[in-house]
T-cell receptor, first 114, second 115 residues
Framework: AQSVTQLDSQVPVFEEAPVELRCNYS??????LFWYVQYPNQGLQLLLK??????LVKGINGFEAEFNKSQTSFHLRKPSVHISDTAEYFC????????????FGSGTRLSIRP | NAGVMQNPRHLVRRRGQEARLRCSPM?????VYWYRQLPEEGLKFMVY????????ESGMPKERFSAEFPKEGPSILRIQQVVRGDSAAYFC?????????????FGPGTRLTVL
């Protein structure tokens, strides 16, 4: 069975500061990893995904994530955040026996302070 | 190309009533997925459908919940005899294929409140 753990439920940061949102996964098969963002009262939007190849994945809005197989992690980073980045961020995994469904983490709420 | 559409956006029901949630996938997408988000939690997979077929319903509660995706028209998630614990946001996603790793595009969700 696959699972995703987001270690921080809330991350407060100051505007223009760097941020890292942590994500660890567990799986016995090859997986595909995603980060989604959910703005208040909206649906989810894909930020980036890792399928194969380069372990550093660049996404929209200046975000990037690094796949680390040995540490089973897929942390999300941004070098300088903006107020508009305030949202909930979900790490997710698919693959193996759950090929068609996405398994989501519990989410990390990113709050940006001016 | 319009995105995934869900309606209604907000739905209020009293205990014991029925709730019907609709999802129109993106144009050209024949795969639909339903997820439920309970307050302060992540999304949980419920069911995966292709046109006229349920492919994976491993996340659906055994009773009161059903889903369909007819040949014509939107996908419907139906909850009979709703209880307070059904209060949640229900999200629909669609994809053009069901390949592993294919992006699922999410709708804005339907927020169900059971009084």
């Amino acid at each position: 069975a696959q699972s995703v753990t987001q270690l921080d439920s809330q991350v407060p940061v100051f505007e223009e500061a760097p941020v890292e949102l942590r994500c660890n996964y567990s799986s016995s098969v090859s997986v595909y990893l995603f980060w989604y963002v959910q703005y208040p009262n909206q649906g989810l939007q894909l930020l980036l995904k890792y399928l194969s190849g380069s372990t550093l994945v660049k996404g929209i809005n200046g975000f990037e994530a690094e796949f680390n197989k040995s540490q089973t992690s897929f942390h999300l980073r941004k070098p300088s955040v903006h107020i508009s980045d305030t949202a909930e961020y979900f790490c997710a995994v698919s693959g193996g026996s759950s090929a068609s469904k996405i398994i989501f983490g519990s989410g990390t709420r990113l709050s940006i302070r001016p | 190309n319009a995105g995934v559409m869900q309606n209604p956006r907000h739905l209020v029901r009293r205990r014991g009533q029925e709730a019907r949630l609709r999802c129109s996938p993106m144009k050209g997408h024949s795969h639909v997925y339903w997820y439920r988000q309970l307050p302060e939690e992540g999304l949980k997979f419920m069911v995966y459908l292709q046109k006229e077929n349920i492919i994976d319903e491993s996340g659906m509660p055994k009773e009161r919940f059903s889903a369909e995706f007819p040949k014509e028209g939107p996908s419907i998630l139906r909850i009979q005899q709703v209880v307070r614990g059904d209060s949640a946001a229900y999200f629909c996603a669609s994809s053009p294929r069901a390949g592993v790793g294919d992006t699922q595009y999410f709708g804005p969700g339907t927020r169900l409140t059971v009084l």
